[in-house]
């Protein structure tokens, strides 16, 4: 397997995303997801995992767990924790993301969206590791709640086809489906 490094960023966007209603809201930053998604990026290799939030309580939280973990007493506890969590980049928003990854790269990322509701998908992990090999930056960008609003699907480079079970019920954790697609684009499927 290849490590993807600095071709691959993960960013979970916590605003603007929807609530169940279709109303866009700001999401709260779960540690769970902060800690399953930096190890699944370590594990497969991603550069960077940005957690998104205008929020200011938010990102508190978020520095405080990554303090704890990169250079507290969790660091010495579990150092495999502190690696993974140290991929871990705090963001007000996406564009300063795209910021971020466009001058570390020296040019504009391609940005690639998912949704479990996504309609007119046009990437599958497939093309999307084949991407990440062409050597051309890429964020893939996950939502919370119910999902990333219209406005940043409209306005994504690509759209990763969701994953889906066999039955109608479609609603992942978040950091199962980052999983799950590091996985795919991992080993191609």
């Known amino acids: 397997m290849r490590s993807y490094g600095a071709n691959m960023a993960v960013a979970l966007v916590h605003y603007p995303v929807m609530d ?3 109303q ?3 999401a709260a930053v779960t540690s769970l997801d902060l800690h399953d998604i930096a190890r699944a990026c370590k594990t497969f290799g991603v ?3 940005y957690v998104v939030t205008p929020l200011t309580d938010q990102q508190e939280l978020v520095r405080q767990i990554i303090d704890h973990w ?5 660091a010495r506890y579990n150092p495999d924790r502190q690696s993974a969590l140290g991929l871990i980049r705090l963001k007000a928003s996406l564009p300063d993301v795209m910021d971020e990854c466009r001058a570390a790269a020296g040019r504009k990322p391609y940005t690639v969206v998912t949704s479990a509701r996504m309609e007119n998908s046009d990437l599958t992990c497939q093309d999307l590791k084949r ?3 062409e050597d051309h930056p890429v964020v ?3 939502g919370t709640a119910w999902g990333l609003v ?4 409209a306005g994504a480079d690509f759209r990763l086809a969701p994953i889906t079970g066999p039955g109608e019920y479609n609603h992942l954790a978040v950091r199962s489906a980052v999983s799950i697609i590091l996985d795919r684009i991992s080993n191609g499927q």
């Not at 990169?70 to 969790?74: D, E, F, L, P």
């Not at 219209?150 to 699907?153: T, V």
């Open 150 to 153: 219209p406005e940043i699907m």
């Open 70 to 74: 990169v250079t507290g007493a969790g």
């Open 140 to 142: 893939l960008v996950f």
């Open 47 to 49: 550069g960077n995992f």
């Open 20 to 22: 169940k209603n279709g």
């Open 131 to 133: 991407l990440v090999q």
């Open 24 to 26: 866009t809201i700001a």
